[in-house]
């Protein structure tokens, strides 16, 4: 896949907000991946910056902003990875708008939980599955005590944590701890990357509708038009791995 890297930078190439005299910017991520680069919008740091405010941000002394910093880049090399994986490509239109959206999809609205293991009409996997109760799983726990943890619930209390935080290391560690926790009975990294290939997955079902409403984004479905045909042909294996016999 090559090499993944993202730099923050002040961009001062936008016209600036001027304040008692001083120029603020924005802060912008530059993502580099496959000899294709884009750069996009801090989410992290989502405010308005002057110079002397960046350079502080970004003093490796300053503990606290340099770990913010760290997140966000590992956030957005995990989703560019998952995207290069699916597609072969580093597609920076695409790249953009599951970036621009991540945040304001939550663990909540996906259809993660269960599926009846059916493709093209053929029974696959060996049983049901249902990945929110212990005993028609693999791992022998639920995962929705997982989504209602009190850190999942901080960005929204009705809908858990976005899919933008979802895959920042810090929840992927969380849900690491939460499985040795609670004795999971799978393979802990095997059942990690099952779970997030759900997330991702359903998550394409969210963007489809919100690409099909947006003109800045809309060639996006004809572009990927297969794929998202397929999405739920994509999921099914993953609950079928997980699969128990009834």
Known sequence: MGKISVRHFLNTNLKPYIINGDRYFSIYALITAI????????KAFSEYYTENDFAEIVNPENKEDSEIL???EATII???????????????????????YYQEIYIFDLDIESTDLMVD??????????????????MGLGIDKFFIEPYSLKENQSKGISVFSWFSPMTQENLRIFLENNNCQYNIHRSIEIINK????????????????????GTLIEKYSTFFMNIDTKIRPYFAELSIKD
């Open 121 to 138: 009409g053929k029974q696959i996997g060996k049983g049901k599955v249902n990945l929110f109760r212990k005993d028609k799983n693999k």
């Open 198 to 217: 759900l997330v991702f997955y359903s998550s394409f079902n969210k963007l489809n509708w919100i690409f099909r409403g947006s003109k800045k984004y």
């Open 70 to 72: 760290k997140n966000e």
């Open 35 to 42: 000899r294709q680069n884009t750069k996009v919008k801090s």
């Open 78 to 100: 995990n989703i560019a990875s998952l995207l290069i994986h699916e597609f072969d490509v580093f597609d920076t239109t695409l790249f953009a708008a599951v970036y621009n």
